[in-house]
T-cell receptor, first 115, second 112 residues
Framework: DAGVIQSPRHEVTEMGQEVTLRCKPI?????LFWYRQTMMRGLELLIY????????DSGMPEDRFSAKMPNASFSTLKIQPSEPRDSAVYFC?????????????FGEGSRLTVL | AQSVTQLGSHVSVSEGALVLLRCNYS??????LFWYVQYPNQGLQLLLK??????LVKGINGFEAEFKKSETSFHLTKPSAHMSDAAEYFC??????????FGAGTILRVKS
């Protein structure tokens, strides 16, 4: 079975440009999470969805960040405009809703570099 | 609020030696506790978890961890390190949901 699929794997862009990261969760998994990983701050939960509905976006750093989940098989994380401090690896993870066991399935990440 | 502290950002052991990675947590409710492993350029994968019941839990690749409520600890151990264990290890806590709070991570180096 395919795991969580993220694209692009690597993105290099210039400050001020819009960045869109994409995620396809595992089929049947109705909870989806976006994490950001940096050396300075470690792994931070940005936002998570249950059944396509955003449940907790308290980790979204500022209005430049937005996330959507238009259907059960696709989510996007958008940064507009991007800044150098947004450089990080962004992970998407999924799990079945209501499982409550904490076993998240992670994608391989999207490494973003903002120049 | 929940939090996790991992003692030691880097741990180095010789091949065949005991691996001990330390994790202490803070939680206002009985926690669920987890260890995840991240290999270079990959996402995290679950090593083991404690939810309820037996406090000594066994995971993949010979790792185990013991939940000690009195010490608010959940240290990860493996009796004999293998070169393939070199990776970054994350301890995490949740309040019985799927929203995890991760520690800062510990990079394990295995020397031959």
């Amino acid at each position: 079975d395919a795991g969580v699929i993220q694209s692009p794997r690597h993105e290099v862009t210039e400050m001020g440009q819009e960045v869109t990261l994409r995620c396809k969760p595992i089929s049947g998994h109705n909870s989806l999470f976006w994490y950001r990983q940096t050396m300075m701050r470690g792994l931070e939960l940005l936002i998570y969805f249950n059944n396509n509905v955003p449940i907790d976006d308290s980790g979204m750093p500022e209005d430049r960040f937005s996330a959507k989940m238009p259907n059960a098989s696709f989510s996007t994380l958008k940064i507009q405009p991007s800044e150098p401090r947004d450089s990080a690896v962004y992970f998407c993870a999924s799990c079945p809703v209501g499982q409550g066991t904490g076993e998240l399935f992670f994608g391989e990440g999207s490494r973003l570099t903002v120049l | 609020a929940q939090s996790v502290t991992q003692l030691g950002s880097h741990v180095s052991v010789s091949e065949g030696a005991l691996v001990l990675l330390r994790c202490n947590y803070s939680s206002s409710v009985p926690p669920y506790l987890f260890w995840y492993v991240q290999y270079p350029n990959q996402g995290l994968q679950l090593l083991l978890k404690y939810t309820t019941g037996a406090t000594l839990v066994k995971g993949i690749n010979g790792f185990e961890a013991e939940f000690k409520k009195s010490e608010t600890s959940f240290h990860l151990t493996k009796p004999s390190a293998h070169m393939s264990d070199a990776a970054e290890y994350f301890c995490a806590v949740s309040d019985k949901g799927n929203k995890l709070v991760f520690g800062a991570g510990t990079i394990l180096r295995v020397k031959s």
